[in-house]
């Protein structure tokens, strides 16, 4: 079946570091992929997405390539910042029949310190 | 952008109290979702919904169970709450026209005591 892989965390940077966070996908089809960012308290909220190979997905400085031959979307930021630390989720979208679920990375911690 | 409602926010009860969990949409989207986030963040699809009287198990078997009168509620309601169902539970809605995402509400923390 599909799964998502994530970079484990917690990861912790310093303001204005250059932040990677590494996914990888398995998946029957071509799926389109996700990044979602939830913030303490919060629900998830979409941070960026792609469709089809090569598509890149930015947003907020956020950024992250499909990659279809690594089966890969690392999100990359070149600077983060203190209201950056959140949990970031990398998903794919099944497009089997109509279903249409969302299958979640385990969730990755980001902390920016100042 | 979809508007979701989740309510409570945070609920702490007893044991083998009966609880129900609302989830609200404004969008008039046909698939709804229940996911169960757990401590160490990981999220779990339980329940998921097609449509109007259209209710599935997901992937992570729970003792909620979940109803689609209209399409704009989908609540998750649990007969005698434990303390293993202390956790964190997110409801997401899905327009069938976009690319697969998913719209979140705020979540209900459940604690049961």
């Known amino acids: 079946g599909d799964s998502v892989t994530q970079m484990e965390g917690p990861v912790t940077l310093s303001e204005e570091a250059f932040l990677t966070i590494n996914c990888t996908y398995t998946?029957?089809?071509?799926?389109?992929l996700f990044w979602y960012v939830q913030y303490p308290g919060e629900g998830l909220q979409l941070l960026l997405k792609a469709t089809k190979a090569d598509d890149k997905g930015s947003n907020k400085g956020f950024e992250a390539t499909y990659r279809k031959e690594t089966t890969s979307f690392h999100l990359e930021k070149g600077s983060v910042q203190v209201s950056d630390s959140a949990v970031y989720f990398c998903a794919l979208s099944d497009r089997g029949g109509s279903n249409y679920k969302l299958t979640f990375g385990k969730g990755t911690l980001l902390t920016v310190n100042p | 952008e979809a508007d979701i409602y989740q309510t409570p926010r945070y609920l702490v009860i007893g044991t083998g109290k009966k609880i129900t969990l609302e989830c609200s949409q404004t969008m008039g989207h046909d698939k709804m979702y229940w996911y169960q986030q757990d401590p160490g963040m990981e999220l779990h699809l339980i329940h998921y919904?097609?449509?109007?009287?259209?209710?599935e198990k997901g992937d992570l078997s729970s003792e909620s169970t979940v109803s689609r009168i209209r399409t704009e509620h989908f609540p998750l309601t649990l007969e005698s709450a434990r303390p293993s169902h202390t956790s964190q539970y997110l409801c997401?809605?899905?327009?069938?026209?976009?690319?697969?995402?998913?719209?979140f509400g705020e979540g209900s923390r459940l604690t049961v005591l």
């Open positions: 919904s097609y449509g109007v009287n259209s209710t």
């Open positions: 998946a029957t089809g071509y799926p389109s």
């Open positions: 997401a809605t899905r327009d069938s026209a976009t690319t697969g995402e998913l719209f």
